[in-house]
């Protein structure tokens, strides 16, 4: 089964860049009801607060689905999606990232968040590294990537979900939500949208 939440805007970064020490910093921040806190620095995705995309995506998940067992984040970024779920499901996960740095943070936000026994971060690029099925895949995919990259991407996903498992993914509609959604029922057969949310203007 999948399940598309509608979003707003998004910018990726793939690409690790070298760093100094006064590059990073930490931030705090409140979402399903817990205050996390983040190492970050500036080659990372939303780097100093939790995007309205990973927000809808997991006010919709709380409110709409019980997630249970072992799932992935795909594109983990500073780690938000997966912490959030452990501390509200009490789940395992695995959270993957093609940004090193962005691994290496995550894994750093697990301890600061405590839930360093429940997941691990590690380098991969899409599934490259990618050898375990799941009870769900969470994702705010890279829809900037380019169309053909993120089909492939979501083409793997079908082979690392267990049966019934879920895949769950924010996409701004105006980003091609209505071409991924066809495609997605052609591997699923299925494909729903939870939530939709409406745009938001600074």
Request: hydrophobic share 40%; glycine share 6%; proline share 1%.
């Given at each position: ?5 509608l979003k707003?805007s998004m ?6 860049k070298?760093?100094?020490?006064e590059?990073?910093?930490e931030?705090r ?5 817990y205050?996390?806190?983040f190492?970050s ?8 607060k939790?995007d309205d995309?990973?927000?809808a995506?997991?006010?919709a998940?709380?409110?709409?689905i019980?997630?249970e067992?072992y ?18 499901f009490?789940v ?6 093609i ?5 290496r ?11 360093q026994?429940?997941?691990?971060a ?8 990618v050898?375990d099925?799941y009870?769900?895949?969470?994702s705010?995919?890279?829809i ?5 990259m993120l089909?492939?991407?979501m083409?793997?996903?079908?082979n690392?979900?267990k ?6 993914l ?11 959604k ?5 591997i699923?057969?299925n494909?729903?949208?939870i939530h939709?949310?409406r745009?938001i203007?600074?």
């Amino acid at each position: 089964m999948v399940s598309i939440v509608l979003k707003e805007s998004m910018q990726h970064y793939f690409i690790d860049k070298p760093h100094n020490a006064e590059d990073y910093f930490e931030f705090r921040d409140s979402v399903l009801g817990y205050e996390l806190c983040f190492r970050s620095c500036d080659s990372i995705f939303s780097k100093d607060k939790i995007d309205d995309g990973t927000r809808a995506l997991l006010n919709a998940i709380k409110k709409q689905i019980n997630l249970e067992g072992y799932g992935l984040d795909l594109g983990c970024g500073l780690g938000v999606i997966g912490i959030a779920l452990i501390k509200t499901f009490h789940v395992k996960m695995d959270m993957i990232d093609i940004n090193k740095t962005a691994v290496r943070l995550t894994n750093e936000n697990l301890i600061k968040n405590n839930v360093q026994h429940s997941a691990k971060a590690y380098f991969s690029d899409g599934f490259e590294n990618v050898n375990d099925r799941y009870d769900f895949i969470i994702s705010n995919p890279p829809i900037k990537s380019g169309k053909t990259m993120l089909f492939n991407l979501m083409k793997e996903t079908y082979n690392h979900l267990k049966d019934n498992g879920q895949l769950i993914l924010v996409i701004r509609k105006n980003h091609g939500m209505e071409s991924l959604k066809k495609y997605l029922i052609s591997i699923y057969s299925n494909c729903e949208i939870i939530h939709v949310i409406r745009a938001i203007i600074y």
